[in-house]
Each structure stands twice: as structure tokens, then as C-alpha cells.
């Protein structure tokens, strides 16, 4: 079992940063894929970002050119660089890491099995 448990989200106005953080435990981490995902309020969750086991990362076209995902192996750590913040930004946000043997893509909620608590992140205009 992987366990997961994310940190750093907050309130922010337009155009400001966050660092969002996750720890993992569990045995071979290095085989699974991590990634980020959110949740808007009565919206479904989305897609945000992913670094691959074979050190590739993969964003959303909201993502990209504003996050940067990041992995820390020796430290069991993923984080997610947020940058230019917009109001559609805010939602919960969610760590997970997959199912190493799924044939689903990297980018899709099925790949994954499990789940942090997620950390709220809200952007004010």
C-alpha cells in the first residue's frame, strides 16, 4: 500500500505562487508514476500534472508554462511548482500514484490507486 500525504496549499491572489508538497510511503515508490490532480467544487477531478517512474513529466495544457512537477526519489517526495495563478486554479489538490501494472495512459484518474487527502488551494481575483 502507498500511502501519500500532500501540504503547502493556501490562499493566494491572481498572478502569485504556490508550492505544493507530498510525501509517499510505501514499498518500490520508484516504480510508480506521481502525479497531481484537482477538484473544483462541483466539478469533476481534473488532470494536472505527472512525472513518469522513467523521470518523464507530462502537464495539462492548463499546466503548462505556468506548474512544474518534480520528483525526489531519495526523499519520497513529489511537489508541484505553481506559477501565475488564476481563479480557475482554485480547487482541492490531489497527489496520487498509480497502479504501476495499468494499461491506462499517464494522464487519465483510472491509471491511479491511490490517493492523498488533498490540500486546498484558492485563488482570489
Known amino acids: 500500500q502507498v500511502q501519500l500525504v500532500e501540504s503547502g496549499g493556501g490562499s493566494v491572489e491572481t498572478g502569485g505562487s504556490l508550492s505544493l508538497s507530498c510525501v509517499a510511503s510505501?514499498?518500490?515508490?520508484?516504480?510508480?508514476?506521481l502525479a497531481w490532480f484537482r477538484q473544483a467544487p462541483g466539478k469533476e477531478r481534473e488532470f494536472v500534472a505527472a512525472f513518469s517512474n522513467e523521470g518523464r513529466a507530462y502537464y495539462s495544457d492548463s499546466a503548462k508554462g505556468r506548474f512544474t512537477i518534480s520528483r525526489d526519489n531519495a526523499k519520497n517526495m513529489v511537489y508541484l511548482q505553481m506559477n501565475s495563478l488564476r481563479p480557475e486554479d482554485t480547487a482541492v489538490y490531489y497527489c496520487?500514484?498509480?497502479?504501476?501494472?495499468?494499461?491506462?495512459?499517464?494522464?487519465?484518474?483510472?491509471?491511479?490507486?491511490?490517493w492523498g487527502q488533498g490540500t486546498q488551494v484558492t485563488v482570489s481575483s
Open positions: 496520487a500514484a498509480d497502479n504501476p501494472r495499468s494499461l491506462v495512459t499517464i494522464i487519465r484518474l483510472a491509471r491511479y490507486a491511490y
Open positions: 510505501g514499498p518500490l515508490l520508484s516504480d510508480h508514476a
